[in-house]
């Protein structure tokens, strides 16, 4: 998982690498972050819970009273996606 170059530098000489997980793991993150930011995730698929009109709207005044403007914009329009999809 060390792979900046200074971490060369620096890994003791009793430590021994058997594998790269660090790239691994770093190709998951991107994969993970596309999907997100193309929208294929989460979908309906992968959310198996439902939130009714009522308590969405609960939860977008509440954060609007705690001044988190974009938070409450974004929760209500999720739920308005996953509805669309019922």
């Keep these: 998982m060390l792979q900046h170059p200074h971490h060369a530098k620096v ?14 793991i770093n190709k998951a993150l991107l994969e993970y972050k596309e999907d997100v930011t193309n929208g294929s995730f989460p979908n309906a698929h992968h959310s198996p819970y439902k939130i009714s009109e009522a308590d969405a709207e609960d939860f977008s005044n509440e ?7 974009k938070a409450a914009s974004a929760a209500s329009e999720a739920v ?4 669309a999809t019922k």
């Design 11 to 24: 890994t003791p000489k009793f430590c021994k690498q058997y594998a790269r997980v660090g790239d691994i």
């Design 63 to 69: 954060l609007q009273k705690l001044g988190f403007d």
């Design 80 to 83: 308005q996606k996953l509805n």
